[in-house]
């Protein structure tokens, strides 16, 4: 991973514009070719980034300074005009080992993955912990039509879950033995912001009641 920290601005061109006036920012280049830029603000979240896979080209001087181009495969760009660094630094992070779920986000993916019918009559689970190159996805299924289904489980979904998921779906659509395959965002509250992200990259999402997935919700004996 390499790290700068420098003052620049930024400018990004898609199905939209927008501008970062010049400031001091935390750019950050992983080795999956993702390019972020923070700011010492905002929480996890980057004021703006590319995500994988895309093309970084720099031209820039001997002190640094000079512009970034980032593309993408759509042609976005990621344009960040470097005027002064203040620190540059690379690191070899390794193999991340993941991310260990949590009881209920564990025990949630045991219970859909045994009644994957839960998602639509004709399913069927092909594996569970589905391998790639960035992490195992938590569910590859196939829907009735013979589909590949991509399902990341969640217990609250957020923006990040979205984003995760948007990236095994890249990977796994290389493979001409899966594509296409579409993605489920999966938990037991999704949030509105991570919705409307899953939507805009069509994403389908699933609101999970994990009560019902146990067998502890006995519709016959509602009141209502």
Same mark, same amino acid.
């Given at each position: 991973?390499?790290?700068?920290?420098?003052?620049?601005?930024?400018?990004?061109?898609?199905?939209?514009?927008?501008? +970062?006036?010049?400031?001091?920012?935390?750019?950050?280049?992983?080795?999956?070719?993702?390019?972020?830029?923070?700011?010492?603000?905002?929480?996890?979240?980057?004021?703006?980034?590319?995500?994988?896979?895309?093309?970084?080209?720099?031209?820039?001087?001997?002190?640094?300074?000079?512009?970034?181009?980032?593309?993408?495969?759509?042609?976005?760009?990621? @344009?960040?005009? @470097?005027?002064?660094?203040?620190?540059?630094?690379?690191?070899?992070?390794?193999?991340?080992?993941?991310?260990?779920?949590?009881?209920?986000?564990?025990?949630?993916?045991?219970?859909?993955?045994?009644?994957?019918?839960?998602?639509?009559?004709?399913?069927? +689970?092909?594996?569970?912990?589905?391998?790639?190159?960035?992490?195992?996805?938590?569910?590859?299924?196939?829907?009735?039509?013979?589909?590949?289904?991509?399902?990341?489980?969640?217990?609250?979904?957020?923006?990040?879950?979205?984003?995760?998921?948007?990236?095994?779906?890249?990977?796994?659509?290389?493979?001409?033995?899966?594509?296409?395959?579409?993605?489920?965002?999966?938990?037991?509250?999704?949030?509105?912001?991570?919705?409307?992200?899953?939507?805009?990259?069509?994403?389908?999402? @699933? @609101?999970?009641?994990?009560?019902?997935?146990?067998?502890?919700?006995?519709?016959?004996?509602?009141?209502?």
């Amino acid at each position: 991973m390499r790290l700068v920290i420098a003052r620049c601005s930024v400018d990004y061109a898609g199905r939209l514009t927008a501008h +970062l006036a010049s400031a001091t920012r935390l750019l950050l280049v992983k080795a999956d070719g993702s390019v972020l830029v923070h700011s010492d603000g905002g929480s996890y979240k980057p004021l703006n980034w590319m995500s994988p896979p895309c093309s970084l080209v720099v031209d820039a001087g001997d002190d640094g300074s000079g512009t970034w181009t980032v593309t993408n495969k759509a042609g976005e760009r990621l @344009v960040i005009t @470097v005027e002064e660094v203040l620190h540059d630094s690379e690191h070899d992070l390794g193999i991340d080992p993941g991310l260990v779920k949590d009881g209920v986000e564990a025990h949630l993916q045991a219970l859909l993955a045994a009644q994957i019918e839960t998602l639509g009559d004709g399913w069927r +689970l092909v594996r569970r912990e589905y391998p790639t190159a960035i992490g195992p996805v938590d569910i590859l299924a196939r829907d009735a039509d013979g589909g590949a289904v991509a399902v990341e489980i969640k217990r609250r979904g957020e923006i990040d879950g979205v984003e995760q998921l948007t990236r095994y779906l890249e990977l796994l659509n290389r493979d001409p033995l899966l594509a296409p395959v579409r993605g489920i965002f999966a938990a037991q509250e999704i949030k509105p912001q991570a919705r409307v992200l899953a939507q805009d990259r069509g994403i389908d999402c @699933v @609101v999970l009641d994990y009560d019902a997935l146990r067998g502890l919700d006995d519709a016959e004996s509602r009141l209502f």
